[in-house]
Structures are given as structure tokens and as C-alpha cells.
């Protein structure tokens, strides 16, 4: 049932739960889109959820369940804290402090994902790693080609909508 490492992202226990994952995503998935760009940074955030809910999926005992955007979040976090870390390996006056934004990343996931009854630790942790991961990646190729053009963009908005209706489509029938 691979849609469930999808779907689970777009669901949530209570209204609570829905508001925090809204405040924490309206923060860091902005400035994660206008540091990307909204195509890129709409994919590479749902990869990262996807790739959290996997790892988290593989480690975990068959009937543990998941839902919340909070692992796509901590993705975003892990996106921001690599990107960071590329970006100023390049300037002499911060190259002292290339670790800071991966520090303050993990002071992040530490305040925020590791506290609650029913906080998804191992999920919170796997997608900011694999946030920081595809963080890296990222950056990395853009500086050597470029931030993607306006259709490739449109195209890289456009496949996280896709994925997450194909992903529902498959649970409902």
C-alpha cells in the first residue's frame, strides 16, 4: 500500500494538530519556496515527506500508524539547514560558521519534533534528514546549472499535486 507514505502526509489527528502543522508550514515552506523556487521547493519538500515517511515505515512495527505534514516540515527544515550549509562554504567570512544552519536545524527538530504524547519522532528525524540530503543535492546542482526554468518549474509545481491525487485515487479505489 505505497499511498500511505503519501496520504498520510495530508492527514491529521485533530484541528490542532492541522493548525500547528498550517503555522510551522506557512514559515518554513515559504521561505524554502523563495529560496528554490515554488516548483522546486514544492517537490523536493513532498520528496522529503515521502522519503521520512519510508525510512520511518521500514524501522517501525507493522501497526504503527502516521499522519501529519509535520515529517514534509522537518524535511523543509532539513532543506534550509543544507542549503545554508552549501551557500556559505563559499563565503571566507562565514566559512567558520558552515555548521551553524544545520545546528540550528537540529535545535529546531529538537525543540519542535521531539515533544508531545503523540509526536512521530522517528518520522519528525527521517524527514529532516532526508531533507538535508536532498538539501545538498539540490543546491549543488543549481550551482552548477541554474535554478530551473519558468516550464521546468511549472512542471516541478505541478507533479507534487499530481502525486498526492494518484496516491488518493489509488486509497479510494
Known amino acids: 500500500e505505497w499511498w500511505r507514505i503519501i496520504t498520510s502526509l495530508t492527514l491529521h489527528a485533530d484541528a490542532l494538530h492541522l ?3 498550517l503555522v510551522a508550514g506557512s514559515i518554513f515552506v515559504t521561505r524554502l519556496c523563495r529560496v528554490l523556487g515554488s516548483g522546486l521547493g514544492w517537490s523536493l519538500l513532498l520528496a522529503s515527506g515521502i522519503g521520512g515517511n519510508l525510512v520511518n515505515y521500514w524501522l517501525q512495527a507493522p501497526d504503527h500508524r502516521a499522519v501529519g505534514a509535520s ?3 522537518f524535511g523543509a527544515i532539513g532543506l534550509l539547514g543544507a542549503i545554508s550549509l ?8 562565514l566559512q567558520r560558521r558552515w555548521a551553524l544552519p544545520v545546528a540550528g536545524a537540529l535545535g529546531l527538530l529538537a525543540m ?10 522517528g ?5 529532516f534528514l532526508c531533507g538535508l540530503l536532498l538539501g545538498l543535492t539540490a543546491e549543488n546542482w543549481i550551482e552548477k546549472h541554474g535554478r530551473p526554468g519558468t ?5 516541478l509545481v ?10 488518493w485515487w489509488t486509497a479510494l479505489h
Open 19 to 21: 493548525m500547528g502543522n
Open 71 to 73: 515529517t514534509a516540515i
Open 86 to 93: 552549501v551557500r556559505y562554504r563559499h563565503n571566507l567570512r
Open 112 to 121: 519542535l519534533g521531539a515533544g508531545g504524547e503523540n509526536t512521530d519522532l
Open 123 to 127: 518520522a519528525h528525524l527521517w524527514g
Open 151 to 155: 516550464l521546468c518549474n511549472t512542471i
Open 158 to 167: 505541478l507533479a507534487p499535486l499530481l502525486v498526492i491525487l494518484l496516491a
